[in-house]
């Protein structure tokens, strides 16, 4: 195998010019004829032996290590085709496969923040919501609309899987704990299938949520489509690591995440001022005024963390609309 196929490969993945040596650190020689067939087409198994004249086994175990490592998609139960290089990237980044990058990790890691805000800012709808934490004090008089929390998503899920959070195995700016990630359905079923998430019971879901309560991590949902509200993964989120709460708090893309619908009230009789909200919170919308914690409510998308750790109890989530 020749560098013009690798080159040829590059151009078909949308590879970024300065990234083109990258290709070679990840891809075997004998895959790369592979994989410029897959890039064109939509292709099973059977159709590539008779294409690449190997037999079927070669052509299956083949296969299936591309797809384990991330570089192909699969429709249904048969048909393979391969993902542009932004998600190959993406991939190798967030399940730890960063040692066949060498020195490229730290600028593969900044293009893939890079791309995401891109992609965050062409796109007119949200790709997030956060969730007020299942444990969250909310004063329900307030609440007169039905609102989701992580929990009333799982329990719709027919499957549910736990893996490491991408963001923070990427970056690396904390020590939060990493496994947090809840894949639903088709998006679980595929990363149990490659080895990158282990199937969990509801209950273990509950236990890893109480995990992010402990640590401060926002709920949040992600979505394959807004307008139709479907839900792939339930993330626990720090605003150093996450991509999603960095394009909205670092590159000011406001519509990227919606807020849960409802906002954290104080009564100022009850604060004693102890600060701890102002430390929970990652969104910027608490202050300290006269020995009280003021809520700026503008800046509150209705997480609920402050209301866990207030030892006077005065602080309680209550719908935005009040």
């Known amino acids: 195998m020749c560098l013009d196929d690798y080159r040829r490969l590059a151009d078909l993945l949308e590879t970024p010019p300065m990234f083109t040596d990258v290709l070679p650190l990840i891809v075997r020689p004998e895959e790369v004829e592979l994989l410029l067939r897959l890039s064109q087409k939509e292709l099973s198994i059977t159709e590539l032996s008779r294409l690449l004249r190997l037999p079927r086994h070669v052509l299956r175990s083949r296969v ?23 998600r190959i990237i993406s991939r190798h980044l967030s399940e730890g496969r960063i040692g066949a990058l060498g020195k490229h990790v ?42 989701d929390n992580a929990v009333s998503i799982l329990t719709k899920a027919r499957s549910i899987s736990l893996r490491e959070c991408g963001c923070r ?30 199937e969990i019971h509801l209950e273990e879901a509950r236990d890893v949520l109480k995990i992010a309560n402990a640590h401060g991590l926002v709920n949040q949902a992600l979505y394959t489509d807004w307008l139709k509200g479907e839900v792939f993964d339930i993330c626990s989120c720090c605003s150093c690591c996450c991509i999603y709460l960095r394009a909205l708090m670092n590159y000011g893309v406001k519509h990227h995440i919606a807020k849960s619908g409802l906002v954290a009230s104080v009564n100022m009789d009850e604060c004693t001022g102890c600060g701890t909200c ?45």
Request: charged share 25%; hydrophobic share 35%; glycine share 8%.
């Open 64 to 86: 299936d290590n591309l797809y384990g490592r991330g570089f192909l998609s699969k429709k249904g139960e048969g048909l393979f085709s391969v993902r542009p290089f932004e």
């Open 106 to 147: 730290a600028a593969l890691a900044d293009y893939r923040m890079d791309e995401h805000v891109r992609g965050a800012r062409a796109d007119p709808y949200p790709e997030g919501k956060v969730l007020p934490i299942p444990d969250a004090l909310i004063q329900p008089i307030s609440v007169v609309l039905p609102y």
């Open 169 to 198: 195995i990427t970056y690396r700016n904390c020590d939060n704990p990493l496994g947090t990630c809840l894949a639903l359905d088709e998006f679980s079923e595929e990363l149990v299938e490659r080895g990158i998430a282990k």
């Open 278 to 322: 102002l430390e929970r919170c990652r969104f910027g919308a608490r202050r300290l005024e006269n020995g009280k914690s003021v809520v700026m409510r503008e800046n509150c998308y209705g997480c609920g963390l402050c209301t866990t750790t207030c030892e006077a109890q005065a602080c309680r989530l209550v719908s935005e609309t009040v």
